[in-house]
């Protein structure tokens, strides 16, 4: 079966980059939310395998989404995408439960490495 991925981006180009990339690679991509309200209802109606989770959203802050995440779905796996220089959220966001997470401009190659290391892990 395939691994189900949501991706929560405020950009349609950057959702519509990772979804392309994802599902080239073999992955189902269960939805796209471009805020962070979008994303906590997205998360518990897809349930998907992994987010991939962008830190600046216009309504919220990735790590106020990645916190509602963790507490309604405690073992959901999550990257956080940020853009360079964005370290302390980065940080943060590993505190509160990220696996990991990739920085823009992003290579495919990264990506999908990110991706598979992610969902390897339980």
Partial sequence: MKKRILIVDDS??????????????????VGEA???????VMAKETNPDLITLDVILPD????????GIKKDQ???KVIIVSAVGQEVIVNE????????YI????????????????LKES
């Fill in 60 to 67: 919220n802050t990735g790590l106020d989404v990645l916190k």
């Fill in 34 to 40: 471009p805020n962070g309200q979008t994303a906590l």
């Fill in 93 to 100: 966001a590993k505190e509160n439960g990220a696996l990991d």
């Fill in 12 to 29: 349609f180009y950057m959702r519509t980059m990772l979804k392309n990339m994802l599902t080239d690679a073999g992955y189902e991509v």
């Fill in 103 to 118: 920085v823009k401009p992003f290579s495919e190659e990264k990506v999908l490495e990110k991706v598979s290391n992610a």
């Fill in 74 to 76: 405690p073992d959901m």
